[in-house]
């Protein structure tokens, strides 16, 4: 192929007019050429992107010469750190002859940087505590976490509807299963017999043994106030957006927890930012890595809310990138959302390889200078197929790109460093404090004390024997509150979006 015309093709495509970050320099038979440089527009980075490839492809150090590029420009950033291996974000890289050289291949000089970083954690030991309430999770999210079935998510419902009711605050675990008992087994199942139907103590003991799971897991510090304030997400210093690290290292074995967990909080994005349109560069961008489990196991409901969010959060200035090893691990109606691609190599090792990878191809746009799937088999570490949108929404050529090497160590601080950098955050000593405001506990408490001060007092007393109830999933389906569930839950499918949620004071974000 002519190389003139392929670097005059790839000018013409990532040539843009407002301002970009710089991905690499394209490659054609092999060859690394400066000239046919690889850009994404900021304007379109609240199109959304997809970061795919084969495991030690060099997905990772992707999505931190993103990130890097995206503090410089002054828009802030959102990453979690599934590994624990992305602290190096906040330092300069040490110069090597590796980085040179492959700074120098791509014809843009290396210069070390450290960026600005605040490290999160869903435990509170690897950085400030991350928290929501339950009220501001809602019955499918908290559903999704302790891994209910459908009867039980129909009782967390009732629950839900419940407390929206009688104005009761669910802050904690402990809120919760004080709300579980008095409507299962206390003064309460009387009270929602009609109105919310029956709730059996065997589904309330099945749900109550999840609870206790949970909280042996040593997460339980994550329901509970202070509760995060997405304000947090949008800071800069000195003109730098904000990296905002979520490291997951110690809860990496729990997917199903920080999944739904960064979902909420992409969910509370969604709520609260104001309309803004497009603008010339995103608000924040915002990563979802291990992005299949997200989508593990999700129901219809779940996964049409988590649609409407990737299509109508843009409007409000956030970009998504979504990381995985596969396209296929992305729902369709996903990944039609999804403008930006950077694919790193695919291992076609087996017959289901080679048919995701032709699926694969087939989402890109055509190429004349490339055998794409021969190709894809072939991308070196730190190389990856491109496409993205230019000024105009139009796909862009696709595009092997040799990739820029980050400016900032790629790997961890040491221990000393990281905790230097933890403990020294104003963010982190805001969210050590733990609030434990008047809630459904307190309330619960006080009505079963009551309740038995009064049984006390009646004679004869009442027989304790108590008839067969229907099964739950009977009385759910054919109670008042089941039937107006879809309607009259307050927060929606989500819990937060839609309705009001609990907290210890009101916030907004401009």
């Known amino acids: 192929m002519d190389q003139a015309a392929f670097i005059d093709s790839i000018k013409k495509s990532y040539t843009f007019n407002a301002s970009s970050i710089c991905l690499g320099a394209g490659v054609l038979n092999g060859e690394i050429l400066p000239e046919a ?57 040490a110069e090597n002859e590796k980085l040179t050289e492959r700074a ?11 960026f600005p970083v605040e490290l999160y954690s869903l435990s509170g030991k690897c950085g400030a505590q991350m928290r929501a309430t339950i009220t501001e999770f809602g019955p499918v999210l908290l559903s999704k976490i302790l891994d209910l079935n459908e ?21 904690d675990l402990r809120d919760l299963k004080k709300l579980l008992a008095y409507l299962s087994d206390g003064p309460g199942a009387a009270e929602i017999k009609n109105e919310y139907g029956t709730i059996s103590t065997s589904t309330s003991g ?21 509760s995060f304030d997405i304000n947090d997400l949008f800071l800069k210093v000195d003109g730098r957006g904000v990296i905002s690290l979520l490291n997951l290292s110690d809860v990496q074995d729990k997917p199903r927890v920080f999944s739904t967990y960064m979902l909420a909080l992409l969910a509370e994005l969604y709520e609260k930012l104001p309309e803004v349109g497009d ?13 299949h ?15 409407q969010i990737i299509r109508l959060i843009r409007s409000k200035g956030v970009g998504i990138f979504f990381c995985t090893q596969l396209t296929q691990d992305v729902p369709s109606s996903v990944l039609s959302q999804l403008g930006n691609r950077i694919h790193h190599v695919i291992r076609a090792f087996t017959p289901n390889d080679v048919k995701a990878l032709k699926e694969t191809i087939k989402t890109f746009p055509h190429s004349e200078y490339y055998d794409m799937q021969q190709q894809f088999t072939q991308l070196g570490t730190g190389q990856a197929f491109i496409t993205v949108l230019n000024e105009k929404g139009i796909p862009t050529e696709t595009v092997v790109t040799h990739l820029r090497p980050p ?5 961890p601080l040491d221990e000393s460093e990281y905790k230097s950098l933890m403990t020294s955050s104003d963010l982190y000593r805001k969210y050590q404090e733990q609030i434990d405001p008047e809630s459904a506990f307190e309330i619960l408490s006080r009505k079963m004390e009551e309740s038995a001060r009064k049984e006390d007092k009646s004679a004869p007393r009442k027989s304790t024997s108590r008839r067969a109830e229907k099964s739950t999933l009977e009385k759910v389906l054919q109670s008042s509150a089941a039937r107006q569930v879809g309607r009259e839950v307050v927060r929606g499918i989500f819990g937060m979006l839609f309705g009001k949620t609990t907290r210890s004071r009101s916030r907004s974000i401009f």
């Open 293 to 307: 489990l997200l989508f593990k196991d999700a129901s219809d409901a779940f996964m049409e809310q988590i649609d």
């Open 104 to 114: 120098n291949a791509i014809g843009v000089p290396f210069k070390p940087d450290g």
């Open 407 to 411: 400016a900032s160590v790629m790997g």
């Open 151 to 171: 009867v039980q998510t129909g009782v967390m419902m009732i629950l839900f509807k419940y407390a929206d009711d009688k104005g009761l605050p669910v802050v």
């Open 279 to 291: 603008l010339d560069k995103p608000k924040l961008v915002f990563f979802f890595d291990e992005a």
């Open 206 to 226: 099945t749900i109550l043994r999840k609870i206790v799971a949970l909280e042996q897991e040593g997460i339980e510090h994550l329901f509970g106030e202070r």
């Open 37 to 93: 440089r690889v850009n994404l527009a900021l304007r379109m980075m609240n199109r959304h992107g997809l970061v795919t490839g084969a495991t030690g492809s060099g997905k990772t150090r992707t999505l931190q010469l993103i990130a890097e590029q995206l503090s410089a420009a002054g828009v802030p950033v959102f990453m979690p750190d599934i590994k624990g291996d992305l602290s190096g974000l906040a330092k300069p890289a």
